[in-house]
């Protein structure tokens, strides 16, 4: 069974960083596009940045020039740098992934999965 865990959350002031981890585990043949999303209280999930097999990355508009998004295909991980901290990046942030299973049950197609979670908050 294919699963995403996460790391790395935490409390941290205004200002200050986190390096959330994410390393997907199981019967896996391929990884296609990762990414991170979080979800505020009262409002919809949302993409903060996605990564491509190939390491091309995308942010949103209001993480740009202060998180980093990278990848390492052999360890099967996503990592998220966040810098300069703000209290409206406070959220619980999720991993996202495109997985092809190796097990013949799925036939060679690419189910997407989600990790469980992890809780940021920034003080102000």
């Known amino acids: 069974q294919v699963q995403l865990v996460e790391s790395g959350g935490g409390l941290v002031q205004a200002g200050g960083s986190l390096r959330l981890s994410c390393t997907a585990s199981?019967?896996?043949?391929?990884?296609?596009?990762m990414g991170w999303y979080r979800q505020a209280p009262g409002k919809q999930r949302e993409l903060v940045a996605g990564i491509t097999s190939g390491g091309s990355t995308n942010y949103a508009d209001s993480v740009k020039g202060r998180f980093t998004i990278s990848r390492d295909n052999a360890k099967k991980s996503v990592y998220l740098r966040m810098n300069s901290l703000k209290p409206e990046d406070t959220a619980v942030y999720y991993c996202?992934?495109?997985?092809?299973?190796?097990?013949?049950?799925?036939?060679?197609?690419?189910?997407?999965?989600w990790g469980q979670g992890t809780q940021v908050t920034v003080s102000s």
């Open positions: 199981g019967n896996i043949f391929s990884i296609d596009d």
């Open positions: 996202n992934a495109d997985i092809v299973p190796g097990s013949t049950l799925y036939r060679g197609r690419t189910l997407q999965y």
